[in-house]
């Protein structure tokens, strides 16, 4: 199975720009997703396809990457913005999810 | 407003079967592939099962494939997911999730828990 990994967590101050990463153990081509989950809600779609924002998601939150290396990028982040955010990878089967990586705000 | 709803969760014995139901509303249901996902605080997120539009197509995941079954009924609007010979390790929250474009998934349920114990 194709491992996707994340860094645990990350912790940022309102206003700054945070990119989070997700690194897969083999290519993906462009078929990374990136996710949203708050505590107690299911998750909900960012970004489709490495770079594409799904619909009513702000522009503050971008993708960017292909192959094997991938970034969430919020700028700027917002106090809404605490969640834990997971990569996923649709090119190889299974579709795999990262581990997710928790993000706080000073 | 596009809104999926689990049901059918609960606590079963090992070995035991369950069967959880999506009810799926606010979009063309038969337009759209489907999926299961399930969720646990040491495995993480993890896909189990798609379906195609029509029903014809399916896919597991290993760890499920000959103990997991995805249906659907269009005309019902829900889809299924038979869980039969069911494991310790099976124990999760189950999500209902609609496939975009056969790819990510756009839209998830709440969620219903699955508990296999004895």
């Known amino acids: 199975d194709t491992v996707l990994t994340q860094s645990p967590a990350l912790a940022v101050s309102p206003g700054e720009r945070v990119s989070i990463s997700c690194r897969a153990s083999?290519?993906?081509?462009?078929?990374m997703h990136w996710y949203q989950q708050k505590p107690g809600q299911q998750p909900k779609l960012l970004i489709y396809?490495?770079?594409n924002l799904a619909s009513g998601v702000p522009a503050r939150f971008s993708g960017s990457g292909s192959g094997t290396d991938f970034t969430l990028t919020i700028d700027p982040v917002e106090a809404d913005d605490t969640a834990t955010y997971f990569c996923?990878?649709?090119?190889?089967?299974?579709?795999?999810f990262g581990g997710g990586t928790k993000l706080e705000l000073k | 407003e596009v809104q999926l709803v689990e049901s059918g969760g609960g606590l079963v014995q090992p070995g035991r079967s369950l069967k959880l139901s999506c009810a799926a509303s606010?979009?063309?249901?038969?337009?759209?592939?489907m999926a299961w996902v399930r969720q646990t605080p040491t495995k993480g997120l993890e896909w189990v099962a798609s379906?195609?539009?029509?029903?014809?197509?399916?896919y597991y995941r290993d760890s499920v494939k000959g103990r997991f079954t995805i249906s659907r009924d269009n005309a019902k609007n829900t889809q299924y997911l038979q869980m039969d010979s069911l494991r310790s390790e099976d124990t999760a929250t189950y999500y209902c999730?609609?496939?975009?474009?056969?790819?990510?998934?756009?839209?998830w349920g709440q969620g219903v828990m699955v508990t296999v114990s004895s």
């Open positions: 606010g979009f063309t249901f038969s337009n759209y592939g």
């Open positions: 996923q990878q649709s090119w190889n089967d299974p579709r795999t």
């Open positions: 396809k490495a770079s």
């Open positions: 083999e290519g993906v081509n462009s078929y």
């Open positions: 999730a609609r496939h975009f474009n056969w790819e990510g998934f756009d839209y």
């Open positions: 379906i195609s539009t029509g029903g014809g197509n399916t």
